[in-house]
Antibody
Framework: EVQLLESGGGLVQPGGSLRLSCVVSGFTFSNYAMSWVRQAPGKGLEWVSG????????FYADSVKGRFSISRDNSKNTLYLQMKSLTVEDTAVYYC????????????????WGQGTLVTVSS | SYDLTQPPSVSVSPGQTATITCSGDKLGDRYVWWYQQKPGQSPVLVI????KRPSGIPDRFSGSNSGNTATLTISGTQAMDEADYYC?????????FGGGTKLTVL
């Protein structure tokens, strides 16, 4: 059974940093690209960042480029999202999502999602 | 940037057909995926590559894509289909979601 479990969310002040983790099981982690997708309270889905199965290629939405960093440890079956210079606009539930291909890119989509972890940026 | 536009809400009576649209410039030249999200839950893929139903998705869900509009159709809509629906497409290496449509079954 495929499982994705996010952690690391919480309350952080504007300008602060946070690192999210997503531990996966039930599939060969290194064989699939992964992404982070967020959803602000009462709003729609927004793709944040994607990473290839090897970790060699990373991609970011313009809204987080230069502030967020995606990475993965294939030996630990874990996906990460390092977030810095957080603003109130970053407040959202952050989902990790499993791609159907090893390389992130056009044509990819998500067949499994985690339950999400809430990040609240507030003073 | 490339935008996908969905109606904020659609209402349908039980047993009737619900139609949810997703519009974008020459969207028919791209693949579209559809996700269902129920309150408090994670999204679930219901249609892949315009028309394909993943395993486990009821056959009352179908999709099409032509011109500037992709359409998710739910035939014989049931109360359990009440949810938010999001279309997804690609713009170069950026994955794009539509704004979402709240389907109300009443």
């Amino acid at each position: 059974e495929v499982q994705l479990l996010e952690s690391g969310g919480g309350l952080v002040q504007p300008g602060g940093s946070l690192r999210l983790s997503c531990v996966v099981s039930g599939f060969t982690f290194s064989n699939y690209a992964m992404s982070w997708v967020r959803q602000a309270p009462g709003k729609g889905l927004e793709w944040v960042s994607g990473i290839s199965g090897s970790g060699g290629a990373t991609f970011y939405a313009d809204s987080v480029k230069g502030r967020f960093s995606i990475s993965r440890d294939n030996s630990k079956n874990t996906l990460y999202l390092q977030m810095k210079s957080l603003t109130v606009e970053d407040t959202a539930v952050y989902y990790c999502a499993k791609d159907v291909f090893v390389n992130y890119g056009s044509g990819s989509y998500y067949n499994f999602w985690g339950q999400g972890t809430l990040v609240t940026v507030s003073s | 940037s490339y935008d996908l536009t969905q109606p904020p809400s659609v209402s349908v009576s039980p047993g009737q057909t619900a139609t949810i649209t997703c519009s974008g410039d020459k969207l028919g030249d791209r693949y579209v995926w559809w996700y269902q999200q129920k309150p408090g839950q994670s999204p679930v893929l219901v249609i892949s590559q315009d028309t394909k139903r993943p395993s486990g998705i009821p056959d009352r869900f179908s999709g099409s894509n032509s011109g500037n509009t992709a359409t998710l159709t739910i035939s014989g809509t049931q109360a359990m289909d009440e949810a938010d629906y999001y279309c997804q497409a690609w713009d170069t290496n950026i994955l794009i979601f539509g704004g979402g449509t709240k389907l109300t079954v009443l």
